[in-house]
């Protein structure tokens, strides 16, 4: 596992979006492999990739949001609950 992008300090935002996406962690998929937790500066996401292609995504405290990427195309779909991005990865 890896932190990309956290400075020695993690200002409030940053602080509060780590605890959502940690909890949606904890009570979603705990025990999947995560390969990196992060920030992403651009878009103010705070992250957990998961080695099965879903991200737990949280911007400036707000609720969590499960992105999936795909890989061939590039193109982002964000979900509202993990189980929909499951189904969303075994249909492609």
Known sequence: ???????????????KSL??????Y??????DEIMEIGFN?????????LENGISICSS????VEYLCTNFETG????FDSYNE???FYQSL
Not at 75 to 78: D, G, V
């Open 1 to 15: 596992m890896h932190l990309h992008n956290f400075n020695q300090s993690i200002a409030y935002c940053e602080a």
């Open 19 to 24: 605890s959502i996406v940690m909890e949606a």
């Open 26 to 31: 904890a009570q979603n998929c705990a025990g």
């Open 41 to 49: 500066p651009n878009s103010g996401y705070v992250y957990i990739a």
């Open 60 to 63: 400036f405290g707000q609720g």
């Open 75 to 78: 193109e982002e779909t964000f």
């Open 85 to 87: 991005a499951e189904l």
